[in-house]
């Protein structure tokens, strides 16, 4: 593009960023806004100390999230939720939003690709400031020369490459839709992993950006009960039958881990969770509306369940098992844990008498205590004899390269066991934790 005619060049830029119409979000991005009273001011004559705030506000808000003008603006195009990206996510026909999207993408490019020369060069003419000081103002945009290279070959790295690279944005235009079809729009493009959460009367999900990492690599013991949950998530994945799964056991044996580690591995076939707090069950049916449509397979994750009584996340939670009026879609399913088999704690009270207050009350019992059942798939975790929690500290002695007599570590790992938390996986990474951090200490003071 040519940016020797600086003249005009930034009341262009304004025009462009005034005409966006699908990607008009980005207008309510910190950096954009910051650059568009930038490109504003030049269009008059700012004085110094106005060009030089909002010059060095956008160059702190790039270097706060690591990034220049034209990464910014690629990101957030990447990421946008828009009618275009919805349509290509969800399968839909695009093509009468074609012309809107060209038209974006070229106004989009010519901010993105603006020299800070440029912008140094009308701020010398307008605000007459000394040059050696604009020379040291800081960059705002690569060179053609100093393209980052991506941290990984993954589809939004690839994407970012090809706009970062490519003469023309509208030529991307093709793999701009496809990366919003394989990959997602919005945050479903961004994020593997959400949480459900609430603010006053209306629920959000909330991209989670540091999940935890836990990849089924790093779990020993409990291999069948493990391959269980492992084949029905590859047979929703690939669009086969699957079912609800409860994972039930005692407390510390993987269950949550197990679901964790789902999504480290399959996200990239366009696998997602969402771990809904049992308080927000209730709000099934707006989650699913969010879901339904869209590409990507999701796991809907509900961590330690259990139900008081009859309450209203009892029996939301019960229609979306059993299909309401309102059905699960095919691309979600729910996996939940519990440290209980039935879900429901059952009290004396609730045993039928000829006192009480309900007629029917045994029916309501078994109502609540048939829950699991609504399950397809139920597996249980047991807590680990001595054996297989001692293989399991083997096991992972081995991963971190901790070389010491079996005997030795497998009597200090029963120790801790009985000091601590009994014996169970979460109990043996804990003892690993410590006995690393031991050894690492003894190690450096007798250095």
Known sequence: MDFNNTGDIFYRMRLALSSLSIYRNLLDDNAIKTFTALAESLCSRPDPITFLNLYNELFFSLASSNTTLAGRVIDLIIYDDNPFSRRCATGQDWKALEGAVRNDLRALQLVAQVPSSAIKERAAALCKLDKALLDELPELTYSNNNLPEGTTSGPQEKLKQALLSGSSWEECLDELARFYREVGAGIFAHYR??????????????????????????LYGYEEERAQVLENT????????????????????????????LVNEYHSQGLRIIEVPK????????????????????IIFVDDLTFADSTENYTALKAVLEGGLESRPDNALIYATSNRRHLVKEEFSDRPDLEGEEIRKNDTVQEKLSLADRFGITVIFTAPDQEKYLKIISALAQQRGILVPQDLLHREALRWAERHNGRSPRTAH??????????????????
Request: net charge positive; proline share 4%; glycine share 10%.
């Open 234 to 261: 590859l047979q929703f994945l690939k669009g086969y039958p699957a079912n609800n799964v409860l994972l039930y056991g005692d407390r510390g044996t993987g269950k949550s881990s197990t679901v964790k580690a």
């Open 430 to 447: 804990q003892f690993i934790d410590w006995f690393e951090g031991h050894l690492a200490l003894q190690k450096q003071a007798s250095s």
């Open 193 to 218: 992993a959400f949480i459900w959460e609430r603010r006053g009367e209306s629920g959000r999900l909330k991209g989670i950006a540091f999940p935890d990492p836990v990849r089924l690599s790093d």
């Open 279 to 298: 308080e927000y069950l209730g709000d099934f049916p707006e989650i699913i509306r969010i879901l339904r449509g869209r590409r990507q397979k999701f």
